[in-house]
């Protein structure tokens, strides 16, 4: 007797060769959506920095976000920074402290951040600079003069001298301690994501700690399809 056409002659079961091609589509697609972010519109390259649990289903860890603040430019308009909105921009945060300074070798790193962000609509750079009191509009001013930032591309922020530490310490993750010659800012470069988690550390202002920075940068911004060369 002739075989069946889409029967397993093995089991005596029909084959459906729709139900196969379907259950193809749906393997292929769960292995899409498991392994690529919908939200930035392209796969995760770069680390995320500081878990802080699991979301309800237990299956996704959950980072944190850097907190919510609000400063003052070197123009005098208020910078907002909102956690719980994904942010209009990805953004390089420093911290230095005024008595101080940049020293020579983060100032060239700070410079060359700037030309590198010029490239990328989306990248703004953001140097919070702290003392002892808000420092005043005019002295942020003439920072931003002598290292070339022009505001929204870099804002050079000051507020609240207790406020700015809270920002620094618990949510960049950047320390600060104070000795005989006022604050030592530790000098660090992290990276923040448009969801405002920490995707990336650089330290010391070191050649190759900015070399780094720079390699990644086009990582997380091809992530939401934003960057041009």
Known sequence: MAKRVGTDPT???????????????????????????????????????????????????????????????????????????????????????????????????????AEVSSKYEVLRMLSLVLDTVAVPVDTLQELAARLGAEAPKWSLLSGDPAYMRTVVQNGLHISIRTDSSGLQVAPRWVLIDRMGVIRGRYEDCAPEEMDRLTNELPDLLSEYQAYRP
């Open 11 to 113: 089991y005596g079961f029909s084959i459906n060769p729709w139900a196969m091609l379907f259950l193809v589509v749906v393997a292929i697609g769960s292995y899409y959506l498991a392994n690529h972010n919908w939200g930035g519109g392209g796969s995760e390259r770069l680390p995320k920095f500081y878990p802080v649990g699991t979301s309800a289903n237990e299956r996704d860890t959950i980072y944190q976000r850097i907190p919510s603040f609000t400063l003052t430019n070197q123009q005098g308009r208020e910078v907002h920074i909102s956690k719980y909105d994904s942010l209009d921009a990805i953004y390089l945060i420093h911290a230095f402290e005024l008595h101080a300074g940049l020293v020579p070798a983060c100032e060239e790193a700070a410079r060359r951040l």
